[in-house]
């Protein structure tokens, strides 16, 4: 009994120096199994001296009672452990013979691992964010808008910087869904915070125009300037529209920089500036460059006004020269089509009936133009609809058409059907509106309303010169209205001019200097001339 107690001790003893040993060079902080055994039996932790190594009997037993009992203790406490994960497992980089560097701690491993399970998730939102902005471009290419527009706002609760911009853009506009300004700034706010700068320029723009959120001069201000901080060239460009009516030079300086930085807003204005000579020398080839410039950007709008270029151009004196030019402006009216342009369209359809069409193919394309351009918002090419089914001697669709017109404040479309109630034939109306001009139609409703009131005869229009549209707004593609009161003199000039309202100080001035030039036909009471006021509201409005 004793040879096997002896046995037994001097197995514990090797198992016990190895584990000591290995857990000394592994550094691990911890009380093992066989440590606590030898601690409870009485044993030293070393080695014992050979020459000590032999012990009296009666202590062999106590040392086996203490082996048993420990060996008990022991072997329970790694089972609970390993059952139940205690602190005392071996940190899994450990187990599974993971490199660490030296002095490493558990905690520091554990840390690392949940900065990788972070980056990890955030990689993969941000792949998910990317893949349905994506399917957002799909989809609007499809004209899909309404599902284009659900697919760019889940790529923003991802926190995508694109989306989040195109959320801005869809809601100012209300694409795929309905305008609402508010959450259109919101949206800009944060696709600027996330990085694309130009979102501050967005919302700028928005309080400029006044058309989804009240315009507010000082907001307008405030944002450039953040954009400017955060180096928007859209931020400079606007910083020069603002400034164009109070320091040309300056304005001229910023657009000319942002169009360098690559602004194609900036650019399609650099070239307007070289076309009229507003701030820099009159050059069509300068103004020809940046168009061409703003155009290569895929700017459709830009696009147009190139269009529009070459074909007033006097640059191209050879037949093949404008022969060429022609093709590149139909190209370039074609492409800003394809992307529901309205000026484009508006101007095929005018080059189509400006051939005069002479086959039912012919009538049929302008029709399908002039339709086109109806649906994209161009309200007075309703006119060019009852005009080609007339042509079709398609009456009753001709009517409809006209009542469309009409009711979208068409003056041509109203001219033709005041003049059907007159008693004119559809031909008869339609060929008088057609060669009218806007003051004969204002006239035309002076003469009837003087035949419902006998003896009072209102001012009639002769002349009335539209104000130019200020460059600076028209480039931001600010609308606006100015309401203007004048008095009609007894020889039909215009005196005493008084803004009611205006939306921009630079369209009231732009109205009050045309209003001196406008001519009426005086006002008739009782047989003589005297002397009327009028209120007139004048509308800007930048072509789409």
């Known amino acids: 009994m004793i040879a096997p107690g002896l046995c037994v001790l001097k197995e514990v003893g090797r198992i016990r120096n190895s584990l000591y040993h290995r857990?000394?060079?592994?550094?691990?902080?911890?009380?093992?199994?066989?440590?606590?055994l030898l601690l409870i039996s009485g044993m030293?932790?070393?080695?014992?001296?050979?020459?000590?190594?032999?012990?009296?009997?009666r202590r062999t037993s106590l040392y086996v009672l203490c082996l048993s009992a420990g060996l008990a203790l022991a072997g329970g406490y790694?089972?609970?452990?390993?059952?139940?994960?205690?602190?005392?497992?071996e940190p899994k980089n450990v187990a599974e013979g993971a490199k660490a560097a030296p002095g490493q701690t558990a905690a520091s491993g554990v840390a690392a691992d949940s900065a990788d399970a972070r980056q990890a998730a955030a990689e993969e939102m941000a792949r998910q964010a990317r893949a349905l902005y994506q399917r957002g471009l799909a989809l609007e290419a499809k004209k899909e808008f309404a599902e284009a527009r659900k697919?760019?706002?889940?790529?923003?609760?991802?926190g995508d910087a694109k989306a989040l911009y195109r959320c801005g853009f869809y809601a100012e506009r209300g694409i795929g869904g309905e305008v609402n300004g508010a959450l259109a700034r919101e949206y800009y706010e944060k696709a600027a915070e996330a990085g694309i700068a130009d979102g501050y320029a967005a919302i700028a723009r928005m309080y400029l125009q006044g058309n989804v959120v009240t315009a507010d001069r000082q907001l307008v201000a405030q944002y450039i300037e953040k954009g400017l901080q955060a180096g928007s060239n859209e931020a400079l460009f606007l910083k020069g529209v603002t400034t164009f009516d109070t320091d040309l030079v300056s304005a001229v300086d910023c657009i000319s920089r942002a169009a360098e930085k690559g602004s194609v807003n900036a650019q399609q204005l650099m070239a307007r500036l070289y076309r009229d000579g507003i701030g820099v020398p009159k050059d069509e080839q300068k103004a020809l460059a940046w168009a061409r410039l703003a155009a290569a950007n895929g700017s459709a709008d830009a696009q147009v006004d190139l269009a529009s270029l070459l074909m007033s151009s006097k640059l191209f004196s050879t037949p093949a020269a404008s022969n060429a030019a022609v093709g590149e402006a139909a190209d370039n009216l074609l492409s800003a089509e394809a992307q529901n342009n309205v000026r484009a369209t508006s101007m095929l359809l005018r080059a189509a009936m400006a051939k005069r069409p002479q086959t039912k193919e012919d009538i049929l394309n302008v029709r399908q133009l002039a339709m086109q351009a109806f649906e994209q918002g161009e309200k007075t090419t309703a006119f060019g609809v009852a005009l080609t089914y007339m042509f079709t001697r398609e009456e009753d669709n001709a009517r409809e058409w006209l009542a469309k017109g009409a009711e979208a404040k068409d003056w041509r479309c109203q001219y033709a059907t005041e003049?059907?109630?007159?008693?004119?034939?559809?031909?008869?109306?339609?060929?008088?509106?057609?060669?009218a001009k806007n003051e004969d139609y204002k006239s035309f409703l002076?003469?009837?309303?003087?035949?419902?009131?006998p003896g009072i005869i209102q001012p009639a229009p002769i002349s009335m010169p539209m104000p130019r549209f200020p460059q600076g707004l028209e480039a931001a593609g600010a609308n606006g209205t100015v309401t203007v009161e004048f008095v009609v003199n007894t020889d039909g000039s215009t005196s005493d001019i008084k803004v009611v309202n205006a939306t921009h100080p630079e369209m009231e001035k732009a109205v009050i200097a045309v209003a001196t030039e406008?001519?009426?036909?005086?006002?008739?009471?009782?047989?003589?001339?005297?002397?009327?006021r009028l209120r007139q509201p004048v509308y800007f409005k930048v072509p789409q």
């Open 419 to 435: 003049l059907l109630k007159a008693g004119n034939n559809l031909n008869t109306a339609l060929g008088l509106a057609s060669k």
């Open 518 to 532: 406008w001519k009426f036909k005086p006002a008739v009471k009782d047989g003589k001339t005297v002397r009327a």
């Open 151 to 158: 697919a760019f706002e889940e790529a923003a609760k991802l």
């Open 446 to 453: 002076v003469e009837q309303k003087a035949k419902a009131t």
């Open 78 to 89: 790694w089972l609970y452990s390993h059952l139940h994960g205690s602190a005392v497992d």
């Open 23 to 36: 857990t000394a060079l592994r550094g691990w902080r911890r009380v093992d199994p066989i440590k606590g």
């Open 44 to 57: 030293p932790l070393a080695d014992r001296d050979p020459a000590t190594r032999e012990q009296p009997r």
